[in-house]
């Protein structure tokens, strides 16, 4: 965890000197970014049996982002969301429990219009619906009953942003699946739904002269 931390403070005092200079996203540019999906909903078709749709708190993600041309940029970036009834994001036990939880990757193609960055591009995502039971009345809490199901699936990746500060947006992220991988190659269609904040961060900007790329602090 300290490490963790250590490596967080690092990256927000290069950021901190690296954006004194020009403005943003021009060509060069490398920057780290930090999401917070917090709220999400999801709609999953486990085993293909059914629907089901659910709403909550809870998640978070990071990537890398580089600028191949002014106002244009290439992200890739990894997250996870949940659906936690409280918004604070904390989970809870009750004697019937379910659990819709999805993580993803994408790469994504972005523009810059103004104080809004649109991207579009494609995602690998995992989903998970689960639900069980506990016996609150044992000790450790037990589980009575549980059944799981996971899916592998490729998809769309769509964004929208608005820059409200030098590194603050807040934006939506809306992610199709369309294709399932868990046995062979099949259509299907899951999509998670997250509205939230964005950090970004400008590390260094590889078109400058190697002793500017990064400022000294």
């Known amino acids: 965890m300290k490490k963790v931390l250590c490596l967080m403070l690092s990256i927000v005092s290069m950021s901190a000197s690296a954006q004194e200079?020009?403005?943003?996203?021009?060509?060069?540019?490398?920057?780290?970014d930090f999401s917070i999906p917090h709220f999400n909903s999801l709609s999953l078709n486990p085993g293909g049996e059914f629907r089901e749709v659910a709403s909550g708190f809870?998640?978070?993600?990071?990537?890398?982002?580089?600028?191949?041309?002014?106002?244009?940029?290439?992200?890739?970036?990894?997250a996870y969301v949940n659906?936690?009834?409280?918004?604070?994001?904390?989970?809870?036990?009750?004697?019937?429990?379910?659990?819709?939880?999805?993580?993803?990757?994408?790469?994504?193609d972005n523009v810059t219009l103004g104080s809004f960055t649109l991207g579009y591009g494609f995602c690998y995502?995992?989903?998970?619906?689960?639900?069980y039971t506990r016996d609150?009345?044992?000790?450790?809490?037990?589980?009575?009953?549980?059944?799981?199901?996971?899916?592998?699936?490729l998809g769309l990746s769509l964004n929208a942003w608005f820059r409200a500060g030098r590194s603050l947006h807040f934006g939506l992220i809306y992610q199709p699946s369309l294709l399932n991988l868990n046995n062979g190659i099949s259509t299907v269609y899951e999509h998670s739904i997250s509205a939230g904040v964005l950090w970004r961060f400008k590390l260094l900007n590889f078109n400058a002269p190697r002793q500017h790329r990064i400022r000294r602090i």
């Not at 809870?58 to 990894?78: H, N, P, T, V």
């Not at 659906?83 to 994504?108: C, D, H, M, R």
């Not at 009345?137 to 699936?153: D, F, G, V």
């Open 58 to 78: 809870g998640g978070w993600g990071a990537g890398f982002e580089y600028s191949y041309q002014d106002r244009k940029f290439l992200a890739a970036s990894c």
């Open 125 to 131: 995502t995992l989903n998970l619906w689960q639900e």
């Open 136 to 153: 609150l009345n044992a000790i450790n809490l037990p589980t009575t009953y549980s059944r799981t199901y996971t899916s592998n699936n």
């Open 83 to 108: 659906t936690y009834k409280f918004f604070v994001g904390i989970p809870y036990t009750a004697e019937y429990n379910k659990v819709l939880f999805s993580a993803y990757a994408n790469l994504t």
């Open 21 to 32: 200079d020009g403005r943003a996203y021009k060509s060069g540019d490398f920057r780290f």
